[in-house]
């Protein structure tokens, strides 16, 4: 019998049980296309929520045009479900995840590569049978067993089990990465990939042994090379250190970013003037923009990772996937020794 992971990546048409996930509104095409080249899976990152509905479309299609053309292997699309005051879902949502349904059944090079549609946020109700019936995998990402549990039973076919350390939005019960990811795996017969925290062959190793299908990482993949935002982003990212995080109010839950003078002058000084919230929403998704395509990491907001501080280099997409699977194999190897001293405990 195989592993999990390799079920999975056989479903999914991947080499390697490590996705890149999504993070927009900012474009993740190259990065994308350079993960699924290299045999993970890669992420399309829907744009902006804020943007008019027919352009929203059209740059979500764009966009995944843009990876097929370009990519080796497999690409998923990930599109964060948000939810209007009555409870329904946005209707930003509900047209990214009926445009990536067109787009797959309208076949051709596009339709055969992509392989899935990730939700976040808000759960897409009554979305995962046509999901489904499209020939797509529907992955949803949680942040609670309650959740992981809930999508399970609606029939979601992979969840993804992110701690509250994770970048970009987080959740609003903090629960970590190592609290949640060995319980949601046990609650569920579903395959899971455990995100947040991650960057190296070790996090992968210990959630594979731990009976993980993968792991998905965001903020370790914005420091490589072929991802298409500001070098200067990028190195924010490896300059930062321990404690250089912090949580602030994003669009649906708390968001985290790393300490500067965006987050801790800027942000406190624009909610102060009593700005309506939709607004303040446009100047955070502006400030996202400026440092990550702009390269203005001081007035721009650098949305990361806690896991920054352990990210110590910029280096192409490749070199990362094949350095954690060397790092997963042997970690994985020398374990041995400690089996066997485990077991004569035992004896
Ligand atoms: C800059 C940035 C933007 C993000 N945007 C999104 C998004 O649009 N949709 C989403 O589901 N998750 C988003 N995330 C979360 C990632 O998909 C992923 O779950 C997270 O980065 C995993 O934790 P890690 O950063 O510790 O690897 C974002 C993360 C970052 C760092």
Redesign the pocket.
Same mark, same amino acid.
């Given at each position: 019998m195989g592993a999990v992971w390799q079920a999975l990546c056989g479903r999914l048409g991947t080499k390697y049980p490590i996705m890149q996930? *999504? @993070? *927009?509104?900012s474009p993740t095409t190259s990065l994308a296309t350079a993960v699924s080249a290299a045999g993970g899976l890669g992420s399309v =990152? +829907?744009p902006g929520l804020l943007t008019p509905e027919a352009e929203l479309r059209k740059k979500l299609r764009d966009r995944m045009e843009q990876v097929a053309v370009d990519a080796q292997g497999s690409f998923a699309v990930?599109i964060?479900v948000g939810t209007l005051s009555s409870g329904e879902m946005l209707p930003a949502s509900e047209a990214c995840i009926d445009e990536a349904i067109r787009v797959k059944l309208a076949g051709g090079p596009v339709g055969e590569r992509f392989a899935a549609i990730?939700t =976040?946020?808000g759960f897409p109700g009554g979305f995962t049978e046509r999901i489904k019936e499209a020939g797509l995998l529907h992955i949803h990402?949680v942040g609670s067993v309650r959740h992981a549990v809930k999508a399970a039973e609606a029939g979601v076919d992979v969840v993804i089990a =992110?701690g509250y350390?994770? *970048?970009?939005?987080t959740h609003l019960r903090p629960v970590s990465t190592m609290v949640l990811a060995p319980q949601v795996i046990a609650e569920v017969d579903i395959p899971v990939i455990v =995100?947040?925290?991650?960057h190296d062959g070790y996090g992968l190793a210990a959630m594979l042994a731990m009976g993980a299908a993968g792991i998905? @990482?965001? +903020?370790?993949f914005?420091a490589t090379e072929e991802h298409e935002w500001h070098r200067n982003y990028k190195q924010y990212i490896v300059d930062s250190r321990e404690w250089d995080d912090m949580t602030y109010q994003g669009y649906y839950a708390p968001s985290r970013g790393l300490r500067n003078k965006a987050l801790l002058e800027d942000l406190p000084a624009v909610k102060a003037t009593g700005i309506p919230v939709d607004e303040l929403n446009q100047w955070k998704e502006d400030r996202g923009y400026l440092a990550q395509m702009e390269g203005d990491t001081e007035a721009g907001i650098v949305?990361?990772?806690?896991?920054a501080a352990a990210i110590k280099d910029i280096v192409p997409v490749r070199v990362l996937l094949e350095r954690m699977m060397d790092q997963a194999i042997d970690l994985l190897e020398n374990t041995s020794a400690s089996l066997a001293a485990l077991k004569a405990t035992r004896a």
């Amino acid at each position: 019998m195989g592993a999990v992971w390799q079920a999975l990546c056989g479903r999914l048409g991947t080499k390697y049980p490590i996705m890149q996930d *999504g @993070m *927009g509104p900012s474009p993740t095409t190259s990065l994308a296309t350079a993960v699924s080249a290299a045999g993970g899976l890669g992420s399309v =990152s +829907t744009p902006g929520l804020l943007t008019p509905e027919a352009e929203l479309r059209k740059k979500l299609r764009d966009r995944m045009e843009q990876v097929a053309v370009d990519a080796q292997g497999s690409f998923a699309v990930n599109i964060p479900v948000g939810t209007l005051s009555s409870g329904e879902m946005l209707p930003a949502s509900e047209a990214c995840i009926d445009e990536a349904i067109r787009v797959k059944l309208a076949g051709g090079p596009v339709g055969e590569r992509f392989a899935a549609i990730t939700t =976040s946020a808000g759960f897409p109700g009554g979305f995962t049978e046509r999901i489904k019936e499209a020939g797509l995998l529907h992955i949803h990402k949680v942040g609670s067993v309650r959740h992981a549990v809930k999508a399970a039973e609606a029939g979601v076919d992979v969840v993804i089990a =992110s701690g509250y350390e994770m *970048g970009g939005h987080t959740h609003l019960r903090p629960v970590s990465t190592m609290v949640l990811a060995p319980q949601v795996i046990a609650e569920v017969d579903i395959p899971v990939i455990v =995100s947040g925290g991650i960057h190296d062959g070790y996090g992968l190793a210990a959630m594979l042994a731990m009976g993980a299908a993968g792991i998905a @990482m965001g +903020t370790r993949f914005i420091a490589t090379e072929e991802h298409e935002w500001h070098r200067n982003y990028k190195q924010y990212i490896v300059d930062s250190r321990e404690w250089d995080d912090m949580t602030y109010q994003g669009y649906y839950a708390p968001s985290r970013g790393l300490r500067n003078k965006a987050l801790l002058e800027d942000l406190p000084a624009v909610k102060a003037t009593g700005i309506p919230v939709d607004e303040l929403n446009q100047w955070k998704e502006d400030r996202g923009y400026l440092a990550q395509m702009e390269g203005d990491t001081e007035a721009g907001i650098v949305v990361a990772g806690q896991v920054a501080a352990a990210i110590k280099d910029i280096v192409p997409v490749r070199v990362l996937l094949e350095r954690m699977m060397d790092q997963a194999i042997d970690l994985l190897e020398n374990t041995s020794a400690s089996l066997a001293a485990l077991k004569a405990t035992r004896a």
